[in-house]
């Protein structure tokens, strides 16, 4: 069994969409509860009253009951998606250390795989930002989407030369 954290704050339609795969593929969501909700959240993203802080407690607290839950019910793996485009937004960086720290309280040896995700239409680009964020975290590989592209090649030799190995591959 699998279960899915909807930790991304910041993109509005980023728990929508997750909401949406985890029904098809009949997958347990966690989202933010009413106290911290993440629709307020994405609401206040959405019109730029966001603080960084502010979505960081979110995302945090949406990791750590998804770890809570994971153990406590006896899933075999738990995703976290939480928020990308790390580029020079020191903050995500931040929410990101954060949100490991809240997995880690929960259970020590997490988390026990770290990817990023990356869109192979950009082509060597993604291969660079792989580099970037393997720099600032441990990532024990990327999972490239989009593959069904014509520049899906230099995502993925690029990656390959940064030392991030490509686990998995999507298309669309």
Sequence with gaps: RVLVGAADVYRAAAVDQ??????????????????????????????GRLKASEAARGAQNVARKTVERAIAEGYDVAIIDTAGRLGNRSHLTR???????????????????????????????AAEQGALFRQIFHVDGAILAKMDSSARGGAALGLADAGVPVWLVGSG
């Excluded at 593929?25 to 909700?37: F, H, N, Q, T």
């Excluded at 954060?98 to 020590?108: G, N, Y």
């Design 95 to 125: 929410e990101l250390k954060d949100v490991r720290r809240a997995i880690r309280s929960v259970s020590k040896s997490a988390p026990h795989f770290t990817w990023i995700v990356l869109d192979a239409t950009l082509g060597r680009t």
């Design 18 to 47: 997750l909401r949406v795969w985890c029904e098809r593929a009949r997958i347990d969501l966690v989202e933010g509860d009413s106290d911290s909700s993440l629709a307020d959240h994405r609401k206040s993203a959405k019109s």
